[in-house]
């Protein structure tokens, strides 16, 4: 349901209060909407059209590698973080996602931290799980040494 409401805008001239429709502030048109649990709100100008989310290109460095993938506007940082570890093969565990230079928690929507078509995202690996894996590598390389040094 669309409901379309003139507003009416105060402006001060000359220290008096004046409302404004034609001649002082100039009133706009502002489409409201009825949500389904009966709020009524300020439709939204950009994002969703229809019902439906539109769909962002997001570009994401890791080092010296860069991707660029689609996903919807009102997606989470934790299911990029899923489309990434397809892209990266890193686990989504032991990624972290940064943008506008903070990083993001897994629960935190796009849209709602200002992500927009063609914006950048910062991917770096958790440094606790790197250090877990070069101490695995080097069990295994170890280990690898131990069992040859008996077999000679």
Known sequence: MLIKLKTKRFSRSSSKLSLGENGGGGGGVIDWELRPGGMLVQKREKGEKNGKCEMI?????????????????????????????????????????????????????LHMVGVKDMDKVLLLEDPANKERKLQAMIRNQTMGNYGHTITA
């Open 57 to 109: 290109r997001v570009k994401v460095s890791n080092g010296s590698n860069s991707h660029q993938i689609s996903i919807q506007s009102n997606a989470t940082f934790g299911e990029m973080k899923i489309i990434l570890s397809l892209v990266t093969s890193m686990e989504p565990q032991s990624q972290r996602l940064l943008f506008k230079g903070k990083e993001r928690e897994d629960q935190d929507f």
